[in-house]
């Protein structure tokens, strides 16, 4: 089962990676990082592993996908 892994603490929170999912499947939170910003989470279902969010994050460690 697919899923992406985010360090909430490498998160800036801009989005992007969210906004790129074809499933929906992250969102930004309502609980601050350590920077003070708001990161994205996985919502817990529907990943396909495709990488999107991965390649649209302009923060590199942030996020990866297991598969």
């Known amino acids: 089962m697919a899923k992406p892994i985010i360090d909430e603490d490498c998160c800036k929170g801009c989005g992007r990676c969210a906004a790129a999912c074809p499933k929906g499947c992250l969102a930004l939170t309502d ?10 989470v996985y919502k817990g279902e529907g990943c396909t592993g495709c990488a999107t969010c991965f390649y649209n994050c302009p923060e590199p460690y942030a996020i990866k996908v297991e598969r």
């Open 31 to 40: 609980h601050f990082n350590r920077a003070g910003l708001k990161p994205v």
